[in-house]
Every structure is written in structure tokens, then in C-alpha cells.
């Protein structure tokens, strides 16, 4: 028996899933795209067999070495923000447990991801191939770096709170395209989005949010 089980997606976790969709639309979440994505990848196999139960709560879970599997909504919010780009070329810091990676996967063509723990990419990898994702490439190293060989970028999402933008990010940034990074200390974070249009910067604050914290180097 492999450590993850496709078998158990069944009438329950279909239903419940529905439901977290619901939740997200009363939330505000409005991209049909994101919404049915959201319902089509089975969470409970991202987190371990004890907590799959809880896999469809709109809630974070500790996913081992310390990290969590960000909430439902967040991962909603922030896809929905790099949708209106409608990017090709994604990337990812914090891989984790390859929830958030596999929801990239399911909507844009290249997908990116960096994490600084190879344990848990090793098992992210296992878990999103199981799903069939095939178009995603992985990195372990350190994420404030980013990743200059597949740079430029349309689209570039942190999943761990940075105390500030990180500088290499917004150089993988492509023309047009959009990073969202949480910034602020480690307690509370505020969504940052940046876009480069014409050459310049916009920077704007979209919402307070809670992530663990990108920390320097490997691990
Ligand atoms: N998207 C993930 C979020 C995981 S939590 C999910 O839903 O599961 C954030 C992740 O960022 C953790 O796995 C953590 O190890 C990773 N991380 C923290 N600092 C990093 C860095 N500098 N580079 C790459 N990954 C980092």
C-alpha cells in the first residue's frame, strides 16, 4: 500500500468537496476556472491518512517537518489573483505537499516549483504524479533565489511569508506578468501583488493572511 490512496475518493469526499466550492463562492471566490479546479483535485491525499477527514475544511494542516498545507481559500484567492494574467509559465516557491502545485498544473501549461526540504518535495512528486501531472518541473533549493534557468516567468507564487519582496523574484518577473508573495513577519502576513506593466513596478495589498515563513537557504 503506497503512503496516499486514490481508492477512497468516493461519493463522501465528492460531496464534501462540493461543499468547500460553496464555501468558496459565500468567501467571494468568483473564477469558475478556480472553482472547478478546487473541485476536481482530491485534497485528502495531500495530508495524512489521520487528518483526510479534515482535508475539505477550509483550514491549513500540519503536513509534517514543521509545515502546513495552506487553507483552501488562500490557495483560491491567490490562483484567482495570477488568472487574470492568464500565464503559461508558473512559478512556484514552497512546493510543501504539492496541493497548491497541483492546482497550477491543472490550469496552466508549465508549472515551477521550488522548495527548500527535499522530504517533502519527494513526497509532493510521488503524490501529484499518482494525479497524472506531468507538466511540472521540480527544484530543491533555496526560494528567495527563484529559479533564472526557466526565467522569465508570467506568473509567481510564494506560499511562505517573506519579510520583504524578494528581489530575484521580481527579475523572473515577465512583462505583464504577476508575482503574489505574503509579506510581513512571522505571525501575520499581508498579500502582496506586484505587476509588471511597461516596464514598471505596481505594487498592491490584497488581503492579511497567515503563512509560515520562507526562510533563507536549504535545508
Ligand atoms: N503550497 C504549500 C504550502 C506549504 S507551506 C502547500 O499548500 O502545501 C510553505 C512551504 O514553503 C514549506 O514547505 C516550506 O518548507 C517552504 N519554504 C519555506 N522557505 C522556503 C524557501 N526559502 N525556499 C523554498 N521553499 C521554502
Known sequence: MSDFDLTGIGMTSQRTRDRLVDRLREQGIACEDVLQTVRSIPRHIFVDEALAHRAYEDTSLPIGSGQTISQPYVVALMTESIHEK??????EIGTGCGYQ????AHMYPQVFSVERIEALQTRARKRLAALGCSNIRYRIGDGYAGWESYAPYDAIIVT??????PHALVSQLAEGGRLIVPVGDSDTQT?????RQNGELVVNNQADVRFVPLLKGTA
Open 86 to 91: 492568464h500565464p503559461e509559465k508558473v512559478l
Open 101 to 104: 502545485t497541483a492546482v497550477l
Open 160 to 165: 511562505a511569508g517573506a519579510a520583504s519582496i
Open 191 to 195: 498579500l502582496q501583488v506586484v505587476d
